[in-house]
């Protein structure tokens, strides 16, 4: 049987990386995962939130330390530094 | 292995400092986090709570001591005093 | 540290003084607390509901003992007497 | 500290009184209260429906015994015969 | 104080007759109820379907065994055949 | 009293049979079924997805083995083959 | 009786081998699973992820190792290339 890697393992290997996040209101967020928990609850640093506004326009949001809440979050991606990369 | 830091013991190094919260609504707050558990539930003094009407115009108000349903908190930053900060 | 207080505290302290509770539907009540449960369900009396219609006129209507879903509560500010205070 | 009512009890000292509800959906509903369980699922007799239909019209529909789903329930009005009273 | 008769009692009493079930996306059926578990999920037989198209025109479907998911089920009337009777 | 049968050995009889299954977000599925679990997640065979497009043409497509979240399933119909049976 | 086959059973077989996995939000992604837990989160690899715009447009984007949020998904298929296979 091909060898598995769980969810929270990938998370764990990408604590100090850069990660990005896609939420379920379609706002995304790249920064670095400092920490997490159980319910995917995450720690970033240096983090920057992309926005798309009504109108249409990408909004890019520099933020410090900052805790997103697992329940809204839709997918992530470790090592990537976003849309824009 | 980089050291994390658990949600929440970020929320709990947050007691007694400003805090900028998002909820899945669209509303924002900033406030002095006085109390929090463990389904982040949050307690917050001397507290501005920024809205944009429908008709797209930002409301601040100010608002004493006020009590955040946790599972309605999309993101939150400790330390910061907000979008206009 | 700086000293806690725990939202269900919080609440704790409010039986008996007035309180106002803004629901995830955009509803707001301020009453009496006479009454809660670990679910955040609370028991309020004298009790005036705030609405704003389609139209965007604003309705009040006085109610007596009202029991509020706790799943349904967006925030609660305790010791206020609501929007127009 | 002042006496609490908690809110199974409010609704256990409704048993054979008429209660007043509304919905998530904002369906509302009066009638005799003759069960419910810890899920706060309600069993009505002698029910009266108020529903406002898309066209603004106020809509009332007597049925008999009716069986609500608390997880749909927003808050509930013991001892009061609904909205036109 | 008054008997109480709680839900999951009422609906045991209803196996075997005639039922009529309001769905959360307003769907509604009518059929006899043949059985049901903790969740209220419902296994009805000889089932009617009523829906309203967007076009706002009521439509009705013959089906035969069904079983309905309770957590979309929204309010049911034993006893009922619908709204039709 | 009349005899029951319950939702999960209404299913588990219907393995190896065809079996109608609708969703929350609308979507039909016709197929065989090959397994489910206690949270009614369903493992179909030689299956055909019922979709209705914005612009309200009927699509029919054909997939092999699919797996379906059963938090999504609104309502099933063991031994049928779907809205064009 | 006929053979059933669990779930979580399909998904482990899975692993290794091509997925097509539909979301709630109707997003769509293929890759190959690497890893899943009890919540059906899920491990892809050589991602391709499927969106159609407001302005209707088919957009596909390549992405690198993806973790899929289970309680966001709404069905999967095993050893498919996705919508244009």
């Known amino acids: 049987m ?3 890697i769980l ?4 998370i764990d290997r990408c604590i100090g990386s850069r990660i990005w996040i896609i939420t379920k209101s379609d706002r995304e967020f790249t920064g670095t995962l400092t920490g997490f928990d159980d319910f995917v609850n995450m720690v970033l640093e240096d983090v920057t939130e992309f926005e ?3 109108e249409g326009v990408r909004k890019k949001t520099k933020l410090n330390q900052t805790l997103l809440n697992g329940n809204n979050i839709c997918m992530l991606i470790p090592g990537s ?4 990369s």
Chains 1, 2, 3, 4, 5, 6, 7 share one sequence.
């Open 7 to 10: 969810p929270l393992e990938l």
């Open 52 to 54: 798309t506004t009504p």
């Open 81 to 84: 530094n976003g849309p824009d």
């Open 2 to 4: 091909a060898s598995q």
